[in-house]
Protein backbone atom coordinates (compact mmCIF):
# COMPACT_ATOMS: atom_id res chain seq x y z
CA UNK A 1 0.00 0.00 0.00
CA UNK A 2 1.12 3.47 -0.81
CA UNK A 3 2.09 5.64 2.02
CA UNK A 4 -0.54 8.74 2.63
CA UNK A 5 1.31 10.76 5.22
CA UNK A 6 1.25 14.16 3.64
CA UNK A 7 4.62 15.74 2.62
CA UNK A 8 4.63 17.76 5.86
CA UNK A 9 5.52 14.98 7.83
CA UNK A 10 8.30 14.39 5.21
CA UNK A 11 10.22 17.55 6.44
CA UNK A 12 9.23 18.60 9.20
CA UNK A 13 12.24 17.06 10.92
CA UNK A 14 14.75 19.07 9.20
CA UNK A 15 15.38 23.13 9.75
CA UNK A 16 18.43 24.52 9.00
CA UNK A 17 19.50 24.56 12.82
CA UNK A 18 19.44 20.40 12.87
CA UNK A 19 22.47 20.71 10.53
CA UNK A 20 24.88 20.29 13.74
CA UNK A 21 28.19 20.34 11.51
CA UNK A 22 30.56 23.23 10.30
CA UNK A 23 33.08 22.22 7.30
CA UNK A 24 36.40 21.87 8.77
CA UNK A 25 39.65 23.22 6.28
CA UNK A 26 40.67 21.30 3.15
CA UNK A 27 42.87 18.41 4.13
CA UNK A 28 46.20 19.29 2.25
CA UNK A 29 47.21 15.37 1.80
CA UNK A 30 48.55 14.25 -1.76
CA UNK A 31 45.66 11.79 -2.37
CA UNK A 32 44.75 9.01 -3.38
CA UNK A 33 47.61 7.83 -1.19
CA UNK A 34 46.16 9.31 1.75
CA UNK A 35 42.75 6.77 0.99
CA UNK A 36 44.82 4.00 1.77
CA UNK A 37 46.78 5.21 5.13
CA UNK A 38 44.63 5.33 8.44
CA UNK A 39 44.80 5.58 12.11
CA UNK A 40 44.67 2.47 13.75
CA UNK A 41 44.19 3.90 16.93
CA UNK A 42 42.11 6.87 16.23
CA UNK A 43 39.18 8.14 17.95
CA UNK A 44 37.84 10.50 15.52
CA UNK A 45 34.35 10.31 14.03
CA UNK A 46 32.27 12.04 11.18
CA UNK A 47 29.42 13.85 11.76
CA UNK A 48 26.50 12.08 10.60
CA UNK A 49 23.42 13.36 11.78
CA UNK A 50 22.57 15.49 8.68
CA UNK A 51 22.77 12.34 6.79
CA UNK A 52 19.88 10.73 8.77
CA UNK A 53 18.00 14.22 9.01
CA UNK A 54 18.23 14.54 5.15
CA UNK A 55 17.24 11.40 4.76
CA UNK A 56 14.59 10.93 7.26
CA UNK A 57 13.33 14.18 5.21
CA UNK A 58 13.27 13.24 2.18
CA UNK A 59 11.86 9.23 2.51
CA UNK A 60 9.19 7.23 3.20
CA UNK A 61 10.09 3.69 4.05
CA UNK A 62 7.52 1.49 2.36
CA UNK A 63 7.65 -2.62 2.02
CA UNK A 64 11.05 -2.75 3.74
CA UNK A 65 12.41 -0.12 1.69
CA UNK A 66 13.89 3.61 1.75
CA UNK A 67 11.64 5.72 -1.11
CA UNK A 68 12.89 8.99 -2.02
CA UNK A 69 10.88 12.00 -2.84
CA UNK A 70 13.30 13.27 -5.44
CA UNK A 71 11.14 15.80 -7.01
CA UNK A 72 10.64 17.43 -3.38
CA UNK A 73 14.39 16.93 -3.03
CA UNK A 74 14.65 19.09 -6.49
CA UNK A 75 12.75 21.75 -5.58
CA UNK A 76 13.68 21.97 -1.55
CA UNK A 77 16.73 20.50 -0.67
CA UNK A 78 19.68 20.68 -2.75
CA UNK A 79 21.42 23.44 -0.62
CA UNK A 80 21.04 20.78 2.33
CA UNK A 81 22.87 18.42 0.31
CA UNK A 82 25.57 20.59 -1.13
CA UNK A 83 26.36 21.86 2.80
CA UNK A 84 26.86 18.49 3.88
CA UNK A 85 29.11 17.54 0.54
CA UNK A 86 30.94 20.55 1.29
CA UNK A 87 31.71 19.17 4.79
CA UNK A 88 32.72 15.52 3.62
CA UNK A 89 34.63 17.21 0.89
CA UNK A 90 37.09 18.36 3.89
CA UNK A 91 37.56 15.57 6.27
CA UNK A 92 40.48 14.46 6.72
CA UNK A 93 40.40 10.49 6.05
CA UNK A 94 44.02 9.28 6.61
CA UNK A 95 43.35 10.37 10.24
CA UNK A 96 40.70 7.89 10.84
CA UNK A 97 40.74 4.33 11.75
CA UNK A 98 39.62 1.89 9.17
CA UNK A 99 36.14 1.12 10.44
CA UNK A 100 35.35 4.95 10.37
CA UNK A 101 36.77 5.50 6.64
CA UNK A 102 34.66 2.36 5.11
CA UNK A 103 31.59 4.10 6.99
CA UNK A 104 32.54 7.16 5.70
CA UNK A 105 33.05 6.04 1.98
CA UNK A 106 29.77 4.35 1.97
CA UNK A 107 27.67 6.93 3.36
CA UNK A 108 29.25 9.67 1.28
CA UNK A 109 29.11 7.25 -2.01
CA UNK A 110 25.38 7.23 -0.86
CA UNK A 111 24.78 10.87 -0.22
CA UNK A 112 26.45 11.49 -3.30
CA UNK A 113 24.19 9.31 -5.88
CA UNK A 114 20.72 10.74 -3.72
CA UNK A 115 22.11 14.55 -4.05
CA UNK A 116 23.07 13.51 -7.98
CA UNK A 117 19.71 12.27 -8.97
CA UNK A 118 17.93 15.07 -6.94
CA UNK A 119 20.06 17.25 -9.18
CA UNK A 120 17.68 15.96 -11.79
CA UNK A 121 14.61 16.90 -11.25
CA UNK A 122 12.52 14.42 -13.35
CA UNK A 123 15.09 11.41 -14.00
CA UNK A 124 14.50 9.29 -16.97
CA UNK A 125 16.75 7.00 -18.60
CA UNK A 126 18.44 5.83 -15.92
CA UNK A 127 19.32 2.18 -16.99
CA UNK A 128 21.57 4.16 -19.32
CA UNK A 129 22.69 6.60 -16.82
CA UNK A 130 23.44 3.87 -14.60
CA UNK A 131 24.97 1.67 -16.84
CA UNK A 132 26.59 -1.20 -14.52
CA UNK A 133 30.56 -1.57 -12.60
CA UNK A 134 31.90 -2.78 -15.65
CA UNK A 135 30.45 -0.33 -17.82
CA UNK A 136 29.32 2.51 -15.88
CA UNK A 137 26.99 5.27 -17.21
CA UNK A 138 28.38 8.81 -17.69
CA UNK A 139 25.70 9.72 -14.53
CA UNK A 140 28.68 7.18 -12.47
CA UNK A 141 31.90 8.52 -14.32
CA UNK A 142 31.16 12.19 -13.77
CA UNK A 143 33.23 13.98 -10.63
CA UNK A 144 30.94 14.75 -7.82
CA UNK A 145 33.15 15.53 -4.43
CA UNK A 146 37.20 16.32 -4.12
CA UNK A 147 38.82 14.60 -1.17
CA UNK A 148 42.14 15.17 -0.16
CA UNK A 149 42.45 17.35 -3.46
CA UNK A 150 41.48 14.15 -5.72
CA UNK A 151 38.38 14.51 -7.96
CA UNK A 152 36.34 11.04 -7.06
CA UNK A 153 33.58 10.18 -8.99
CA UNK A 154 30.80 7.48 -7.68
CA UNK A 155 32.44 4.97 -9.76
CA UNK A 156 36.22 6.41 -8.75
CA UNK A 157 34.53 5.65 -4.57
CA UNK A 158 33.40 1.85 -5.55
CA UNK A 159 35.72 0.70 -7.52
CA UNK A 160 38.74 2.44 -6.83
CA UNK A 161 38.69 2.77 -2.89
CA UNK A 162 36.14 0.77 -1.58
CA UNK A 163 36.48 -2.49 -3.38
CA UNK A 164 40.14 -2.11 -3.32
CA UNK A 165 40.77 -1.14 -0.18
CA UNK A 166 38.09 -3.99 1.71
CA UNK A 167 37.86 -7.64 1.58
CA UNK A 168 34.86 -7.61 2.41
CA UNK A 169 31.74 -8.97 -0.45
CA UNK A 170 29.11 -7.38 1.97
CA UNK A 171 30.32 -3.65 0.88
CA UNK A 172 27.60 -4.53 -2.05
CA UNK A 173 24.66 -4.29 0.01
CA UNK A 174 25.59 -1.09 1.11
CA UNK A 175 25.61 0.53 -2.37
CA UNK A 176 22.73 2.29 -3.15
CA UNK A 177 21.54 2.14 -6.81
CA UNK A 178 18.56 3.88 -7.02
CA UNK A 179 16.57 1.22 -8.59
CA UNK A 180 14.22 -1.50 -7.62
CA UNK A 181 16.60 -4.43 -8.06
CA UNK A 182 19.63 -3.03 -6.22
CA UNK A 183 19.97 -2.89 -2.03
CA UNK A 184 17.80 -0.37 -0.04
CA UNK A 185 18.69 3.20 0.98
CA UNK A 186 20.30 3.06 4.33
CA UNK A 187 17.99 5.36 6.57
CA UNK A 188 20.33 5.05 9.18
CA UNK A 189 23.70 6.31 8.37
CA UNK A 190 26.95 3.49 8.42
CA UNK A 191 29.39 4.72 11.57
CA UNK A 192 32.82 3.26 12.56
CA UNK A 193 30.64 1.39 15.63
CA UNK A 194 28.01 -0.28 13.75
CA UNK A 195 29.38 -0.83 9.95
CA UNK A 196 30.47 -4.49 10.32
CA UNK A 197 26.94 -5.85 12.31
CA UNK A 198 24.89 -3.02 9.71
CA UNK A 199 26.74 -4.54 6.28
CA UNK A 200 25.94 -8.20 7.63
CA UNK A 201 22.32 -7.36 7.97
CA UNK A 202 21.77 -5.37 4.46
CA UNK A 203 23.27 -8.32 3.20
CA UNK A 204 20.84 -10.96 4.81
CA UNK A 205 17.82 -8.29 4.20
CA UNK A 206 18.97 -8.71 0.33
CA UNK A 207 19.68 -12.30 0.32
CA UNK A 208 16.57 -12.81 2.37
CA UNK A 209 14.02 -11.56 -1.01
CA UNK A 210 13.42 -14.41 -2.88
CA UNK A 211 14.02 -12.45 -6.47
CA UNK A 212 17.50 -12.31 -4.89
CA UNK A 213 18.40 -15.60 -3.47
CA UNK A 214 15.96 -18.20 -3.43
CA UNK A 215 16.80 -22.51 -3.61
CA UNK A 216 14.24 -24.47 -4.80
CA UNK A 217 14.64 -27.99 -5.78
CA UNK A 218 18.01 -28.65 -7.29
CA UNK A 219 18.05 -24.60 -8.41
CA UNK A 220 19.82 -21.52 -6.91
CA UNK A 221 18.09 -18.91 -8.25
CA UNK A 222 19.93 -14.99 -8.08
CA UNK A 223 19.68 -12.01 -8.55
CA UNK A 224 22.06 -10.35 -11.35
CA UNK A 225 23.01 -7.81 -9.05
CA UNK A 226 25.71 -10.42 -7.90
CA UNK A 227 26.96 -10.40 -11.42
CA UNK A 228 27.26 -6.51 -11.78
CA UNK A 229 30.17 -7.07 -8.66
CA UNK A 230 31.31 -10.41 -9.40
CA UNK A 231 34.78 -8.83 -10.63
CA UNK A 232 35.11 -6.25 -8.08
CA UNK A 233 33.80 -8.01 -4.73
CA UNK A 234 34.50 -11.96 -6.15
CA UNK A 235 37.55 -11.17 -7.78
CA UNK A 236 35.42 -12.89 -11.05
CA UNK A 237 35.47 -16.39 -8.87
CA UNK A 238 31.90 -17.84 -9.11
CA UNK A 239 32.89 -20.53 -6.48
CA UNK A 240 33.81 -17.35 -3.81
CA UNK A 241 30.34 -16.10 -4.84
CA UNK A 242 28.71 -19.06 -3.86
CA UNK A 243 30.28 -19.46 -0.51
CA UNK A 244 29.46 -15.97 0.28
CA UNK A 245 25.88 -17.01 -0.87
CA UNK A 246 25.81 -19.88 1.35
CA UNK A 247 26.14 -18.06 4.10
CA UNK A 248 22.84 -16.63 4.25
CA UNK A 249 21.06 -20.23 3.39
CA UNK A 250 19.38 -22.38 5.22
CA UNK A 251 21.77 -25.39 6.91
CA UNK A 252 19.79 -27.90 4.73
CA UNK A 253 20.42 -25.65 1.58
CA UNK A 254 24.41 -24.87 1.89
CA UNK A 255 25.18 -28.17 0.00
CA UNK A 256 23.46 -26.90 -3.06
CA UNK A 257 24.43 -23.14 -2.97
CA UNK A 258 28.01 -23.90 -2.30
CA UNK A 259 28.35 -26.88 -5.12
CA UNK A 260 25.84 -28.44 -6.07
CA UNK A 261 23.17 -26.67 -7.40
CA UNK A 262 22.16 -25.22 -10.80
CA UNK A 263 22.79 -21.36 -10.90
CA UNK A 264 19.51 -20.03 -12.88
CA UNK A 265 20.46 -16.21 -12.82
CA UNK A 266 17.15 -13.21 -12.63
CA UNK A 267 17.82 -10.43 -14.21
CA UNK A 268 17.49 -7.54 -11.39
CA UNK A 269 14.97 -4.57 -12.27
CA UNK A 270 16.71 -1.44 -13.27
CA UNK A 271 13.40 0.48 -12.66
CA UNK A 272 14.21 3.92 -11.20
CA UNK A 273 12.68 4.05 -7.67
CA UNK A 274 11.07 7.00 -5.59
CA UNK A 275 8.31 8.02 -3.62
CA UNK A 276 5.96 10.26 -5.92
CA UNK A 277 4.41 13.39 -3.44
CA UNK A 278 1.20 15.02 -4.47
CA UNK A 279 2.87 18.45 -3.46
CA UNK A 280 6.00 19.93 -2.51
CA UNK A 281 5.07 22.33 0.31
CA UNK A 282 7.91 21.18 2.92
CA UNK A 283 9.50 22.41 6.06
CA UNK A 284 12.86 22.84 4.37
CA UNK A 285 14.62 26.57 4.87
CA UNK A 286 15.94 28.93 2.68
CA UNK A 287 18.41 30.51 5.20
CA UNK A 288 21.94 30.49 4.28
CA UNK A 289 23.21 30.19 7.69
CA UNK A 290 25.78 27.76 8.50
CA UNK A 291 25.31 25.63 11.93
CA UNK A 292 27.99 25.15 14.52
CA UNK A 293 29.37 21.44 15.39
CA UNK A 294 31.86 19.43 13.47
CA UNK A 295 34.09 16.69 13.04
CA UNK A 296 36.04 15.09 15.78
CA UNK A 297 34.00 15.09 18.30
Do not use: C
Given at each position: ????????????A???????????AM?Q?????????????S???????????????????????????????????????????????G?P?????RD???????????????????????????????????????F?????????????????????????????????????????????????????A????????A??????E??????????????????W???????G????????????A?????????????????????????Y???Q???G??S????????F?S
Amino acid sequence: MPHTRPPQWLFAALAVSALGFAAPAMAQADAPASFITYDADSQLVVETAPYEEIISALSVPENGRTLIAYDVAHDSALPFFAQYVDYLSGIPVERLNRDEQLAFWLNTRNILLVQGLAEQGRVRGFKKKRGTPSAPGRFWTETRITVSGTALSLQDIEQNILFAGWDDPNIIYGLYQGMKGGPTLPRQPFTGANIEAELAEAGRLFNNEPRNLRVRNNTVRLSTYFDWYLSLAFAGDEQALRAHLAGFAKPEQQPLVMTDGKLDRRNLSTDFEQYRTRQANTGFSSSGSRPTGGFGS
